[in-house]
């Protein structure tokens, strides 16, 4: 027994010793490559928070110390990261179009990742890629993800999935050929703010009707808003309508006669301007409690907690093989997305159908 208890303690170190932490090749150094970099890779907080001087170009926020501002918020201490850490990464790879931003990224990660001269060698050596996307509609993302894909990496897509349901699809045979993992979220998806709105719904009794302010109607904001309507309210949308005026664009969604969602739907007000810290608010209706429930706002200050529980969920990604969390809600919000660019460059006001079934990923 003795012996045993002397022995115990050395094996767990040896075990976790030698757990290796996950290779990261990251496509996309912009504003998100460098929101979830920071969250999982060790590195410099000084050059982190002004990277590139005032009155230098720069080709995104984060260069200009945006990040920074919402990850080390503790005044006293610049160096003091108040943004959750996720370890057991270590980003090994980089890409951007931009190679100075690039090439900005390795100096600032303490892992002094490989700048890549090309997309297609980020996938090479690695455990994961990691396609990050803050302003883009996904048009590109077959191209950049097929390689990895065919490698057998896993992979993990910013929002959106892709910019067109067909894409998706393509992505989808891709990674079931390979026997590889593939998912893709919105931060807005995991925010413990989102869970518990979502949990405040049972005070309303019967939902009547949603809104959403913010977002823009572009594919990039759009997928936010669709995605935080079906985290609340749940999948199973039927048709989209666009409302524009020359100042304004609202989406309806409505799930029609589907049990448990809003009867009369839920209407994203997208363009009401500039937003405190980029924040979406959400209401809902109905018959119970006190009529209705707010939420103050969900902004780059929550959204920190939110990636980081994507990190934790693509780690146990790589760790299973499969894809984890609401990846099947991003799937049809990919088709909701579709739907309301028809809606909006139709301008008739008439419901346009959402195509369906939607193709589905495994979740272990």
């Not at 309806?252 to 405190?276: A, E, F, Y």
């Not at 706002?297 to 146990?316: D, T």
């Amino acid at each position: 027994m003795l012996i045993f208890l002397v022995l115990l303690p050395f094996t767990l170190m040896a075990q976790t010793q030698s757990k290796k932490p996950i290779r990261v090749g990251l496509i996309g150094c912009d504003t998100h490559g460098m929101w979830f970099g920071p969250q999982m890779q060790e590195h410099d907080p000084l050059l982190f928070s002004l990277p590139v001087p005032p009155d230098q170009p720069s080709s995104y926020a984060w260069m200009r110390g945006g990040n920074h501002y919402y990850f080390y918020t503790y005044y006293g201490n610049r160096t003091h990261m108040t943004a959750p850490f996720v370890d057991g990464f270590e980003i090994v790879k980089v890409w951007d179009k931009d190679r100075k931003a690039a090439e900005l990224t390795a100096k600032i990660l303490n892992s002094s990742p490989e700048v890549c001269d090309s997309f297609e060698q980020v996938s090479d050596d690695v455990d994961l890629v990691f396609i990050a996307d803050c302003n883009g509609d996904g048009h590109d993302h077959l191209e950049l993800t097929t390689p990895g894909l065919k490698k057998g990496v896993p992979t993990f897509l910013d929002k959106p999935f892709a910019h067109r349901m067909a894409d998706v699809e393509a992505l989808l045979k891709l990674a079931e050929e390979n026997d590889v993992p593939i998912m893709s979220l919105s931060i807005i998806q995991t925010l413990p703010e989102t869970r518990e709105f979502a949990s405040r719904l049972a005070e309303l009794d019967d939902v009547h009707f949603g809104t959403i302010q913010g977002g823009g109607t572009s594919r990039a904001g759009l997928i936010h808003t669709i995605c935080y309507a079906l985290a609340i309210y749940g999948p199973d949308i039927e048709s989209v309508t666009a409302l524009k005026t020359p100042n304004h664009t609202s989406i309806h969604l409505d799930w029609g006669n589907h049990p448990n969602r809003p009867k009369q739907g839920v209407m994203i007000n997208c363009d009401i301007g500039s937003t405190w810290h980029g924040s979406m608010h959400m209401s809902a209706y109905g018959s119970g409690g006190r009529g209705a429930i707010h939420n103050q706002g969900v902004g780059s200050w929550e959204y920190p907690q939110g990636s980081a529980e994507i990190l934790r969920l693509i780690k146990k990604m790589v760790e299973t093989g499969k894809a984890q969390g609401p990846v099947n809600q991003m799937i049809e919000a990919v088709a909701i997305a579709d739907a309301a660019e028809e809606a909006m460059k139709a301008g008739t006001g008439q419901p346009v159908q959402i195509v369906k079934p939607f193709p589905t990923v495994s979740i272990k």
